[in-house]
């Protein structure tokens, strides 16, 4: 059987019995500010509460933190001209394969397509027309309807 750990101050003396604290409640702010307030000498704290050091340190951060944002889109452009061209040179063949083969068959549809195309552009014209025409005479039949256009 385990015996229970006995924690001790600085003078040796004993605080009885304790149970043994998990290593994550040290991570919270409680157990953070304790640990500081027992181990750091009081002129780190005070050097550490005061505001003048923070705004240069912050300042050489932020212009850290922006040279390696720089490095990184550095890095991926030179990496995406670089696969980019690998991945041109490699698909020329297949472009000028597909410029020389495909490209006839393509116009082909187009001008075989074209027939149709004008065929259904005149039905659409007709059949405008003939609502156009649906719309005047049913005008004219209900004079109500229609607008005086001398006014």
Same mark, same amino acid.
């Given at each position: 059987m385990q015996q229970p750990r006995?924690?001790?101050?600085t003078t040796g003396a004993g605080e009885g019995p304790q149970q043994e604290v998990p290593w994550s409640a040290w991570v919270t702010r409680q157990g953070l *500010?304790? $640990? $500081? +307030? @027992?181990? +750091?000498?009081? !002129? %780190?704290?005070?050097? $550490? !509460?005061?505001?003048? $050091?923070?705004?240069?340190l912050q300042r050489v951060l %932020?212009?850290?933190?922006?040279?390696?944002?720089?490095?990184?889109?550095?890095m991926l452009c030179h990496a995406l001209f670089t696969t980019g061209s690998h991945l041109l040179t490699s698909l020329w063949p297949v472009v000028a394969a597909v410029w020389r083969h495909l490209l006839p068959?393509?116009? =082909? &549809?187009?001008? @075989? *397509? #074209?027939?149709? &195309?004008?065929?259904?552009? @005149?039905?659409? #014209? =007709?059949? !405008?027309?003939?609502? @156009? =025409?649906?719309? #005047?005479?049913? !005008?004219?039949?209900?004079?109500g309807y229609a607008q005086d256009l001398d006014q």
């Amino acid at each position: 059987m385990q015996q229970p750990r006995m924690e001790t101050d600085t003078t040796g003396a004993g605080e009885g019995p304790q149970q043994e604290v998990p290593w994550s409640a040290w991570v919270t702010r409680q157990g953070l *500010a304790r $640990w $500081w +307030v @027992s181990h +750091v000498p009081r !002129s %780190w704290a005070q050097w $550490w !509460s005061t505001s003048s $050091w923070r705004q240069p340190l912050q300042r050489v951060l %932020w212009a850290l933190e922006g040279i390696l944002y720089l490095l990184l889109a550095l890095m991926l452009c030179h990496a995406l001209f670089t696969t980019g061209s690998h991945l041109l040179t490699s698909l020329w063949p297949v472009v000028a394969a597909v410029w020389r083969h495909l490209l006839p068959a393509v116009l =082909l &549809l187009v001008l @075989s *397509a #074209l027939p149709a &195309l004008l065929l259904a552009a @005149s039905f659409l #014209l =007709l059949f !405008s027309t003939l609502l @156009s =025409l649906v719309g #005047l005479l049913t !005008s004219m039949t209900h004079p109500g309807y229609a607008q005086d256009l001398d006014q």
